[in-house]
């Protein structure tokens, strides 16, 4: 079993930036693929950014791509999620997810049920 906790969002202006943390238990954190999702009000929960374990091969939501940095730490269990330039239809509560199956291995996966495990998620909330 695993369990994430995710920290480090809160309220930025729109341009600021924000790094999110994700704390992962267990010993085997170098072996799962780690994923960033978020959800909006009213609206479906969506890939942003993920991390293979394997070579740490990441990949990005559109919108995400050249403001957002994924990178993982597998000496202290942490993923993180860095965040440039924000715009307010970045407002979410941002989960971090991590997955163990098969494809995980051959790509990043942008697809929510392919994950085994999240976190509790935390709120961004970026003002305009």
């Known amino acids: 079993q695993v369990q994430l906790v995710e920290s480090g969002g809160g309220l930025v202006q729109a341009g600021g930036s924000l790094r999110l943390s994700c704390a992962a238990s267990?010993?085997?954190?170098?072996?799962?693929?780690m994923g960033w999702f978020r959800q909006a009000p009213g609206k479906e929960r969506e890939f942003v950014a993920g991390?293979?374990?394997?070579?740490?091969?990441?990949d990005y939501a559109d919108s995400a791509k050249g403001r957002f940095t994924i990178s993982r730490d597998n000496t202290k269990n942490t993923v993180h999620l860095q965040m440039n330039s924000l715009r307010p239809e970045d407002t979410a509560v941002y989960y971090c997810?991590?997955?163990?199956?098969?494809?995980?291995?051959?790509?990043?996966?942008?697809?929510?049920?392919?994950?085994?495990?999240w976190g509790q998620g935390t709120q961004v909330t970026v003002s305009s």
């Open positions: 267990g010993r085997t954190f170098s072996t799962y693929a």
């Open positions: 997810a991590a997955g163990t199956n098969y494809l995980h291995t051959v790509m990043v996966v942008p697809i929510a049920s392919q994950y085994d495990y």
């Open positions: 991390i293979k374990s394997s070579d740490s091969t990441t």
